[in-house]
């Protein structure tokens, strides 16, 4: 019996067995994680109270993938240093100015957590590339959608001292700009997915961007209003390239920008109907006062220089206003005030070794090329941005930071095993 038992035959048939149930608690596994990737994606779309949603499912996800093996790539050299160049800085900053106290430490907290979220989307886009476009993306175009009807609903009147703010939309967001901002990626991709792969296998989508762009216009930021016009005329143009083996890529461009402009159209006539909107649609194409006039913001920025210039170790994120009542409004700046001379550094770093890694991640021919625009043109836009308003704890700005880290170095070989 006990030889029946150990023989060769009955030992093949355990072993397969266990590989068996081995592999089905693997797929369980990712299954697990994948729906916890895209709730954690989508949840950035909803941060209008602190710790929010995203940061309480961040606080779990993330320790546990790092303990699975979603940990930096050595690719991803400059994106870690850059990463422990600011978090060295902040430290720096505290023991010179000990007088900072808890507000800079909680703030720095949130700092490091927000480079840990980086790099936790780059890991995670580097070992599931198709992930990208099957669970993160899609869910922010969900979020996108439903943050954007709570925003149209608040401008309507309901829930109007909760989704909106000054008279703008604002979603379940603190501030419009953000919002907005949170919305470029999706109607970026959406248009870029129509070029690559069909005109009909998003359609659901057309409605999607529809309430998308619905976000944008009545969030009255004309940051927003600017990089979506210049994303969507990049992505129309840079599209289909990813498609150039295809005949009809041409005859699909051209149809999706009628259909595009023609919701563009229907959805503006429709929004710049109603007069309140309009007279707030004038306001702010007219130049305010707190960025061209004496003391506003532009003006301010030639103060920062001399105040960068004298202290290389960072004054913290609440100096500069302190003196002028509110923040710098410009990220570059701020990093150098904030963090020092090697807080600045390391954004300069960050800054530029992504745009070249970005163009990279375009240039190659991989399953993923046009997501890998669509997150480039999104952060092109940011940093942009990031020249007229302080982007340093948004978090749609470094997950789009290490999606592109995390598809720019991937193999093809990891698409086609997946």
């Given at each position: 019996m006990n030889d029946q038992i150990d023989s060769p035959l009955?030992?093949?048939?355990?072993?397969n067995t266990q590989a068996y149930a081995n592999q089905n608690n693997m797929v369980s596994a990712n299954k697990i994680f994948a729906v916890a990737i895209w709730i954690f994606a989508a949840s950035g779309g909803f941060v209008s109270f602190e710790p929010s949603l995203f940061e309480l499912l961040g606080a779990i996800i993330i320790p546990i993938a790092y303990m699975c093996g979603y940990t930096p790539h050595p690719k991803h050299a400059l994106l870690t240093l850059s990463s422990f160049m600011l978090i060295g800085a902040g430290i720096i900053t505290f023991v010179v100015s000990p007088e900072l106290g808890t507000d800079w430490i909680r703030y720095h907290f949130i700092t490091i957590f927000i480079l840990m979220t980086m790099m936790f989307?780059?890991?995670?886009?580097?070992?599931?590339?198709?992930?990208?476009?099957?669970?993160?993306?899609?869910?922010?175009?969900?979020?996108?959608?439903?943050?954007?009807?709570?925003?149209?609903?608040?401008?309507?009147?309901?829930?109007?001292?909760?989704?909106?703010?000054?008279?703008?939309?604002?979603?379940?967001?603190k501030d419009p700009n953000v919002f907005a901002t949170f919305l470029i990626l999706p109607i970026i991709y959406c248009v870029a997915a129509w070029i690559r792969y069909g005109i009909f296998k998003f359609a659901y989508r057309y409605f999607l961007f529809l309430i998308i762009f619905a976000g944008?216009?009545?969030?009255?930021?004309?940051?927003?209003?600017?990089?979506?016009?210049?994303?969507?005329?990049?992505?129309?143009?840079?599209?289909?390239?990813?498609?150039?083996?295809?005949?009809?890529?041409?005859?699909?461009?051209?149809?999706?920008?009628?259909?595009?402009s023609i919701l563009l159209i229907v959805g503006f006539i429709v929004i710049m109907s109603i007069e309140s909107t309009r007279?707030?649609?004038?306001?702010?194409?007219?130049?305010?006062?707190?960025?061209?006039?004496?003391?506003?913001?532009?003006?301010?920025?030639?103060?920062?220089?001399?105040?960068?210039?004298?202290?290389?170790?960072?004054?913290?994120?609440?100096?500069?206003?302190?003196?002028?009542?509110?923040?710098?409004?410009?990220?570059?700046?701020?990093?150098?005030?904030?963090?020092?001379?090697?807080?600045?550094?390391?954004?300069?770093?960050?800054?530029?070794?992504?745009?070249?890694?970005?163009?990279?991640?375009?240039?190659?021919?991989?399953p993923w090329q046009i997501a890998s625009i669509s997150?480039?043109?999104?952060?092109?836009?940011?940093?942009?941005?990031?020249?007229?308003?302080?982007?340093?704890h948004w978090r749609v700005y470094y997950v789009i930071?290490?999606?592109?880290?995390?598809?720019?170095?991937?193999?093809t070989t990891k698409y086609k095993s997946a």
């Open positions: 009955t030992h093949s048939k355990l072993q989307f780059a890991s995670v886009a580097h070992e599931k590339p198709h992930w990208v476009e099957k669970y993160i993306i899609p869910a922010m175009i969900i979020a996108a959608a439903m943050t954007s009807i709570l925003g149209i609903l608040g401008y309507m009147g309901i829930g109007y001292n909760q989704f909106t703010l000054y008279g703008r939309a604002k979603g379940a967001f944008i216009f009545l969030s009255f930021s004309r940051a927003a209003w600017g990089i979506s016009f210049l994303s969507l005329i990049m992505i129309s143009c840079l599209a289909p390239f990813t498609n150039k083996d295809n005949p009809h890529s041409k005859t699909r461009l051209v149809i999706i920008i009628g259909i595009a007279e707030m649609v004038l306001l702010r194409l007219q130049p305010q006062d707190y960025d061209t006039a004496e003391g506003g913001r532009f003006d301010r920025y030639s103060d920062m220089f001399p105040m960068i210039a004298a202290d290389p170790w960072g004054k913290g994120h609440i100096y500069f206003g302190t003196i002028y009542g509110e923040d710098p409004h410009n990220t570059w700046l701020k990093m150098f005030i904030s963090f020092g001379w090697l807080g600045g550094l390391s954004h300069l770093l960050l800054t530029v070794s992504t745009l070249f890694v970005g163009i990279y991640g375009m240039i190659r021919n991989t997150l480039v043109i999104a952060y092109l836009g940011l940093t942009l941005e990031a020249l007229i308003i302080d982007v340093d930071i290490g999606l592109i880290w995390g598809l720019a170095f991937t193999s």
